[in-house]
């Protein structure tokens, strides 16, 4: 595998917290103008990662008060935060290795940074009556979620068939194989990711010669990385992977389990590290890092069941027919406007 300094990682997807904000606020515009346009958010994907949108809608002023209500930021971040938890119990219910599960999770976060989550709609999703729209939406982000663990199974070497996967939330396969082109193409094919989870293996390792342990103190560190494993658990749920290199978050995570089991001197040993490295980092640009990850694991909130009932009421007028009468006459005139993932992120086209 390549070195992290050298990878698209770093290059392409590690950004500052401004930076950060903007690309949400950009996903989420985009996906309010096209609530504007055509009365829902829902766009079908085809296999070739291609697009299509309904039929414009005209609007008076009249509707103004019945039209959809589109989610906030932190409504997305909710949604989002609250399937990146679905996805680690689906890597789980699959007994995949860890490797698989971060690599997952990096990808439906990468995914989410040029996409709303009020904008997809998988194509040729089938309900019947006794479904309510927020089990669709659900459907929705499963298949994107599950698209993502299934390219993280290629990329990892532990294929893992979409059959298999499908048949975990009961979809057709097929709707996983629509997904996956549009998987790629947000992911603009930088599919090698980094995940703390390594590192912080390798930074045990290296304390063992640090500390001088004995065999007899093996367990002490094993402790410790486990306890670290936990937090970097913790840490994968916030945005601090967008910000942070995989390096400093396993370091946040093992300052934090060595709080618990005082192994070492932290601050000796993330010393001893810039000197062997000729940082160009100080101690103290270093300790800072650290310290802005604490604060995203902080201030990091989980969504409540009464806000994702709220946030799926949401998606449902957002991906549901407008409120006009003549919408299911609309849904029957679809027409296709195929798109490349640059034209979609311009918005969509006014011919």
């Known amino acids: 595998m390549a070195d992290f300094h050298t990878s698209t990682h770093r290059a392409n997807w590690i950004f500052s917290p401004q930076e950060l904000v903007e690309k949400y606020k950009a996903a989420n515009q985009r996906a309010i103008q096209t609530l504007e346009k055509y009365g ?21 002023n009249a509707d103004k008060h019945s039209r959809p209500k ?3 930021i932190e409504e997305e971040q909710f949604m989002r935060v609250f399937y990146e938890n679905k996805l680690r119990e ?4 699959f007994y995949f290795p860890n490797k698989i599960q971060a ?23 089938m309900y019947d009556s006794s479904k309510s729209l927020s089990d669709t939406s659900s459907n929705a982000l499963y298949l994107c979620m599950l698209t993502c663990v299934y390219a993280a199974c290629k990329i990892e070497e532990n294929h893992v068939s979409a059959e298999e996967l499908g048949k975990g ?15 790629y193409q947000s992911l603009e094919f930088d599919l090698i990711v980094y995940a703390p989870y390594r590192s912080v293996e390798g930074f045990v390792n290296d304390m063992e010669e640090f500390c001088g342990v004995k065999d007899d103190e093996n367990q002490m560190l094993k402790d410790l990385q486990e306890t670290a494993r936990l937090e970097v658990d913790k840490i994968m749920l916030t945005d601090a992977p967008h910000l942070f290199p995989p390096g400093q978050l396993a370091l946040a995570a093992l300052r934090n389990a ?7 001197d932290f601050e000796g040993y993330l010393r001893s590290i810039l000197a062997r490295q000729n940082s160009e980092h100080t101690i103290l640009q270093l300790i800072e890092s650290l310290d802005a990850i604490d604060a ?30 003549d919408s299911k006459k609309r849904e029957k005139k679809r027409h296709k406007s195929h798109k490349s993932l640059n034209e979609a992120h311009n918005g969509p086209s006014l011919a």
């Open 169 to 183: 939330i009961s979809q057709d396969h097929q709707m996983i194989l629509n997904y996956e082109m549009i998987v």
């Open 296 to 325: 995203w694991v902080r201030k990091f909130k989980f969504p409540t069941e009464k806000d994702m009932k709220h946030i799926n009421r949401k998606l449902k007028s957002c991906w549901g027919h407008s409120s006009h009468d």
């Open 258 to 264: 060595n709080e618990m089991h005082r192994v070492l």
């Open 103 to 125: 690599t997952a999770l990096i990808y439906f976060k990468r995914f989410y940074l040029q996409w709303s989550v009020m904008e997809h709609h998988p194509k040729h999703i």
């Open 40 to 60: 829902t958010t829902q766009m079908e994907v085809d296999a070739d990662g291609s697009l299509s949108y309904p039929e414009p809608i005209a609007r008076d």
């Open 70 to 72: 589109p989610l906030n």
């Open 90 to 93: 689906v890597c789980s219910a």
